[in-house]
């Protein structure tokens, strides 16, 4: 199955004699372009002429050459990269044209993946890259220069395309591993070349044949076309292919330098930025920065850093890398040895804490960087040939979410903290408690610590200072003259302000009294709210209505109190049960719902509290609602029965074989006796019955009938309903 796996994922292995093999592939003609990451095998012992296919069609015969094949070529004295098309005719030189080019034969030897694309403009016009770089334009020509346009099977045979095989020489397979096949019914650009080389090409893109990712989870699953062409292909051969990382630098968006830039500037979507420079170097060839927006493909060498890594990783490919001789690499201080910075920048905080790197998608251990560099919102670094950074992001700071001072009276005092998703937290109470909350007995100060936190974050604490606190507060008192009132131990009689302080063991409250003497009437707002029905009384009156009134009652003390009310009158809306009928045939149902609920408590007499249910039987429903002055209730009678007979007659069907949509099936409810007759166009019946689970198989006395529009006739009655229907109407036979 196919695998949405990050950056570049999987590669395939393992071919000779395996391989893969694609039906009904087209086929394509000139102008044609093929590109793919690869990586053959180091030279053996003795170095021999062998062919590598990467993507070969036209499969056919083994004795003649057909198709397309774009291929590796290695010999003793170099390698080529070289597409070859055969007349189909016969097997030999004069029976197939090669146009190829020599390439580094180091980079077979790197064990490392390196991109070839080969765009054919026509039969005499070829243009090669390697890693992106303009290799060659109109290369040199093998074979007969004769053979323009590639022949294929005949069109009444099936034209196959295969991955790391063709049909030529049992010896023809692919040593090595490929990855990332394009196959595009164009001739792209320099520019289209580079724009789609360490990136994953979107299906949508314009000329796209096909695409194969190889990211399969197991060699035997299909190997699926990520264009929208689905030229899928199956594992073949006698030996099954294997799966390994690749090893080639892709990522869910890209970019690459242009013309005389030294270095690039990557920006991708989420607003992050990869810069790549170097201002010492004067010339550089091709320079790809990529992101890819998902985990890596396993994590090893993170450990318990991995709940703190950012959700992206980024890459930087120099296509140039470093010079390659016959058996060596040269490294540092070599004229053509080239070490690029790299800056990283996050879109937003939290800040980077060091970063992960490793060589490439298929190195097998994450290694760990730190240090002043690596600190803040970027990373600056160093990149030789690939490399690919993961960064570690500082773990959120923890916010007990507590404030500094808490001034109380009242005890025990509950702390709570915030949760502590990762770590543990303690506090230094005498009985050192574990967890976020601790009971305080008396002021002091409290100290919670987080610790075990992630990314090596030290531990983190936070002190509450509790303090008893001194109140202030204040009260009226208004008094008749002559009359008297007790605050807290103290009698007043007197008009005036005063003050009064009470003590507790850890806190002081200091109150101001006011009082206000008086023989006059005394003013005091009343407000009620009533229900109809209700009243309230006051002053010797009975009040019922909405409205403000004013009465006085007098006080034993000889003051007397103005009362303005205010009453403010209640009420509900009236409720009812909505339904769209009154009726309920057997076997539906019906949705009944309450209106003007205001929002309060809804109870049907189903037991249901939702504001419509859902009823499957005729009889009477009440429903209860709450409000402001009370409950309120309805009812509704629903009647069950009298419905007429349904019928659900298909238009079309096609008996074909194919297991779908075989017979003519009616198909209906509530019904007591039904007949049916079907009649060519010349009014003959072909068919009749009166058994209503019977279908019509498309035959009449045992033969197929031809596509056709037919006539149906249907009369049915129904047992709920002495109604009868008749239904007439043209159904299609489509073969």
Same mark, same amino acid.
């Given at each position: 199955?196919?695998?949405?796996?990050?950056g570049s994922g999987n590669a395939t292995t393992g071919f000779g004699p395996g391989?893969?093999?694609?039906?009904?592939?087209?086929?394509?003609?000139?102008?044609?372009?093929?590109?793919?990451?690869?990586? +053959?095998?180091?030279?053996?012992?003795?170095?021999?002429?062998?062919?590598?296919?990467?993507?070969?069609?036209?499969?056919?015969?083994?004795?003649?050459?057909?198709?397309?094949?774009? !291929?590796?070529?290695?010999?003793?004295?170099?390698?080529?990269?070289?597409?070859?098309?055969?007349?189909?005719?016969?097997?030999?030189?004069?029976?197939?044209?090669?146009?190829?080019?020599?390439?580094?034969?180091?980079?077979?030897?790197?064990?490392?993946?390196?991109?070839?694309? %080969?765009?054919?403009?026509?039969?005499?016009?070829?243009?090669?890259?390697?890693?992106?770089?303009?290799?060659?334009?109109?290369?040199?020509?093998?074979?007969?220069?004769?053979?323009?346009?590639?022949?294929?099977?005949?069109?009444?045979?099936?034209?196959?395309?295969?991955?790391?095989?063709?049909?030529?020489?049992?010896?023809?397979?692919?040593?090595?591993?490929?990855?990332?096949?394009?196959?595009?019914?164009?001739?792209?650009?320099?520019?289209?070349?580079?724009?789609?080389?360490?990136?994953?090409?979107?299906?949508?893109?314009?000329?796209?044949?096909?695409?194969?990712?190889?990211?399969?989870?197991?060699?035997?699953?299909?190997?699926?076309?990520?264009?929208?062409?689905?030229?899928?292909? %199956?594992?073949?051969?006698?030996?099954?292919?294997?799966?390994?990382?690749?090893?080639?630098? =892709?990522?869910?968006?890209?970019?690459?330098?242009?013309?005389?830039?030294?270095?690039?500037?990557?920006? @991708?979507?989420?607003?992050?930025?990869?810069?790549?420079?170097?201002?010492?170097?004067?010339?550089v060839t091709t320079v790809h920065a990529y992101t890819v927006f998902s985990d890596?493909?396993? $994590? *090893?060498?993170?450990?318990?850093?991995?709940?703190?890594?950012?959700?992206?990783?980024?890459?930087?490919?120099?296509?140039?890398?470093?010079?390659?001789?016959?058996?060596?690499?040269?490294?540092?201080?070599?004229?053509?040895?080239?070490?690029?910075?790299?800056?990283?920048?996050?879109?937003?905080?939290?800040?980077?804490?060091?970063?992960?790197?490793?060589?490439?998608?298929?190195?097998?251990?994450? !290694?760990?960087?730190?240090?002043?560099?690596?600190?803040?919102?970027?990373?600056?670094?160093?990149?030789?040939?690939?490399?690919?950074?993961?960064?570690?992001?500082?773990?959120?700071?923890?916010?007990?979410?507590?404030?500094?001072? %808490?001034?109380?009276?009242?005890?025990?005092?509950?702390?709570?903290?915030?949760?502590?998703?990762?770590?543990?937290?303690?506090?230094?109470?005498?009985? *050192?408690?574990?967890?976020?909350?601790?009971?305080?007995?008396?002021?002091? @100060?409290?100290?919670?610590?987080?610790?075990?936190?992630?990314?090596?974050?030290?531990?983190?604490?936070?002190?509450?200072?509790?303090?008893?606190?001194?109140?202030?507060?204040?009260?009226?008192? @208004?008094?008749?003259?002559?009359?008297?009132?007790?605050?807290?131990?103290?009698?007043?009689?007197?008009?005036?302000?005063?003050?009064?302080?009470?003590?507790?063991?850890?806190?002081?409250?200091?109150?101001?009294?006011?009082?206000?003497?008086?023989? !006059?009437?005394?003013?005091?707002?009343?407000?009620?709210?009533?229900?109809?029905?209700?009243?309230?009384?006051?002053?010797?009156?009975?009040?019922?209505?909405?409205?403000?009134?004013?009465?006085?009652?007098?006080?034993?003390?000889?003051?007397?109190?103005?009362?303005?009310?205010?009453?403010?009158?209640?009420?509900?809306?009236?409720?009812?049960?909505?339904?769209?009928?009154?009726?309920?045939?057997?076997?539906?149902?019906?949705?009944?719902?309450?209106?003007?609920?205001?929002?309060?408590? =809804? +109870?049907?007499?189903?037991?249901?509290?939702?504001?419509?249910?859902?009823?499957?039987?005729?009889?009477?429903?009440?429903?209860?609602?709450?409000?402001?002055?009370?409950?309120?209730?309805?009812?509704?009678?629903?009647?069950?029965?009298?419905?007429?007979?349904?019928?659900?007659?298909?238009?079309?069907?096609?008996?074909?074989?194919?297991?779908?949509?075989?017979?003519?099936?009616?198909?209906?409810?509530?019904?007591?006796?039904?007949?049916?007759?079907?009649?060519?166009?010349?009014?003959?019946?072909?068919?009749?019955?009166?058994?209503?689970?019977?279908?019509?198989?498309?035959?009449? $006395?045992?033969?197929?009938?031809?596509?056709?529009?037919?006539?149906?006739?249907?009369?049915?009655?129904?047992?709920?309903?002495?109604?009868?229907?008749?239904? !007439?109407?043209?159904?299609?036979?489509?073969r």
């Amino acid at each position: 199955m196919a695998q949405n796996l990050p950056g570049s994922g999987n590669a395939t292995t393992g071919f000779g004699p395996g391989y893969v093999e694609i039906e009904d592939f087209p086929r394509v003609q000139f102008p044609i372009t093929f590109a793919a990451w690869v990586r +053959l095998e180091p030279f053996g012992q003795q170095p021999i002429t062998q062919r590598f296919p990467i993507f070969s069609t036209g499969q056919g015969t083994a004795t003649t050459y057909r198709g397309i094949s774009f !291929q590796l070529t290695r010999q003793e004295h170099g390698s080529y990269i070289e597409v070859q098309w055969g007349n189909g005719l016969c097997a030999g030189p004069n029976c197939i044209k090669t146009i190829r080019r020599f390439f580094n034969t180091i980079l077979v030897n790197s064990d490392r993946m390196f991109h070839v694309a %080969v765009v054919l403009h026509n039969t005499n016009q070829a243009t090669i890259y390697v890693n992106g770089n303009f290799s060659f334009s109109t290369p040199s020509e093998q074979g007969n220069p004769a053979i323009t346009n590639p022949a294929y099977p005949p069109l009444n045979e099936t034209n196959y395309a295969r991955i790391g095989a063709h049909q030529a020489g049992a010896t023809d397979f692919f040593d090595g591993s490929i990855d990332e096949i394009t196959v595009w019914n164009t001739a792209r650009t320099h520019h289209q070349i580079r724009e789609y080389m360490c990136k994953k090409v979107p299906p949508t893109a314009n000329n796209l044949l096909a695409y194969y990712k190889l990211d399969e989870l197991n060699a035997t699953d299909t190997v699926v076309d990520s264009s929208p062409n689905n030229f899928f292909g %199956v594992p073949a051969g006698t030996q099954l292919l294997t799966k390994e990382y690749s090893g080639a630098p =892709i990522g869910d968006e890209a970019d690459y330098n242009g013309p005389g830039a030294l270095g690039v500037v990557h920006v @991708n979507s989420l607003g992050d930025t990869v810069e790549v420079s170097n201002p010492s170097v004067e010339q550089v060839t091709t320079v790809h920065a990529y992101t890819v927006f998902s985990d890596p493909n396993h $994590k *090893n060498g993170i450990g318990a850093d991995s709940s703190c890594m950012r959700d992206r990783y980024y890459g930087v490919f120099l296509a140039h890398g470093i010079r390659y001789l016959p058996g060596t690499i040269i490294y540092p201080h070599n004229s053509n040895y080239q070490i690029m910075d790299v800056s990283i920048r996050g879109n937003t905080p939290p800040d980077y804490f060091g970063v992960f790197t490793r060589g490439r998608n298929n190195f097998m251990n994450w !290694q760990l960087e730190t240090g002043p560099n690596l600190q803040g919102n970027e990373i600056l670094d160093t990149v030789l040939i690939c490399r690919e950074f993961y960064p570690r992001l500082e773990a959120p700071k923890y916010d007990p979410d507590l404030p500094d001072t %808490v001034f109380t009276c009242s005890f025990p005092l509950l702390l709570s903290a915030a949760t502590l998703d990762v770590g543990t937290l303690s506090w230094d109470d005498s009985l *050192n408690t574990m967890g976020r909350e601790l009971s305080v007995l008396k002021p002091g @100060n409290y100290t919670i610590t987080a610790s075990s936190l992630p990314c090596s974050i030290a531990s983190i604490s936070h002190t509450v200072t509790v303090l008893g606190e001194t109140i202030e507060a204040d009260t009226t008192f @208004n008094i008749c003259e002559g009359d008297s009132v007790v605050f807290l131990d103290t009698i007043f009689k007197d008009e005036g302000q005063f003050m009064v302080t009470r003590s507790s063991s850890f806190c002081d409250t200091i109150w101001e009294v006011n009082i206000e003497v008086s023989s !006059q009437t005394i003013h005091r707002d009343t407000v009620v709210s009533l229900c109809p029905g209700e009243t309230f009384e006051g002053g010797g009156n009975v009040f019922s209505e909405a409205g403000n009134y004013t009465f006085i009652e007098p006080d034993p003390d000889g003051c007397f109190f103005e009362y303005n009310l205010e009453i403010i009158g209640l009420s509900d809306s009236d409720i009812y049960i909505e339904s769209e009928s009154e009726k309920l045939c057997n076997g539906e149902s019906l949705i009944l719902s309450v209106r003007n609920h205001d929002g309060y408590p =809804i +109870l049907w007499s189903t037991g249901e509290t939702t504001q419509m249910i859902a009823i499957f039987s005729g009889g009477e429903y009440a429903v209860q609602v709450g409000g402001q002055c009370g409950f309120r209730h309805d009812t509704i009678s629903i009647l069950q029965g009298g419905c007429r007979p349904r019928l659900f007659i298909p238009n079309a069907f096609a008996p074909t074989g194919t297991g779908n949509n075989e017979r003519f099936k009616v198909k209906g409810d509530g019904i007591q006796s039904y007949e049916i007759s079907i009649l060519d166009r010349w009014g003959n019946v072909i068919y009749h019955s009166t058994d209503l689970s019977e279908a019509w198989d498309g035959t009449y $006395k045992g033969k197929m009938v031809p596509s056709a529009v037919y006539v149906y006739l249907i009369v049915v009655t129904g047992f709920e309903s002495s109604e009868v229907i008749r239904e !007439q109407g043209t159904l299609y036979l489509l073969r």
